[in-house]
């Protein structure tokens, strides 16, 4: 059964509470989707990290529920650049 954005936006809220957070269901089957998450929690972390931290978020739901997902991460530009 697919996730629906709704449960997947739930998710990452809940992870990222202070994230911008943009999905978009890439074939309209709730089952490929991209995140772009702009996210404090994120600064100072590789990309690798940044994707495992969204991954936990999931909860395990990754290849099951959710079968793609591409990802964007990055953390917000500090004050003053």
């Given at each position: 059964?697919?996730?629906?954005?709704?449960?997947?936006?739930?998710?990452?809220t809940e992870?990222?509470p202070d994230?911008?957070?943009?999905?978009?269901?890439?074939?309209?089957?709730?089952?490929?989707?991209?995140?772009?998450?702009?996210?404090?929690?994120?600064?100072?972390?590789?990309?690798?990290?940044?994707?495992?931290?969204?991954?936990?978020?999931?909860?395990?739901?990754?290849?099951?529920?959710?079968?793609?997902?591409?990802?964007?991460?990055?953390?917000?530009?500090?004050?003053?650049?």
């Amino acid at each position: 059964m697919p996730m629906p954005v709704e449960t997947l936006r739930s998710h990452l809220t809940e992870a990222f509470p202070d994230a911008e957070i943009v999905i978009d269901d890439l074939a309209g089957d709730g089952d490929h989707y991209r995140a772009r998450i702009v996210a404090t929690a994120f600064a100072g972390l590789s990309r690798v990290r940044q994707h495992q931290l969204v991954y936990a978020a999931l909860k395990g739901k990754m290849g099951g529920e959710l079968h793609a997902l591409a990802l964007e991460t990055s953390a917000p530009p500090s004050a003053g650049d």
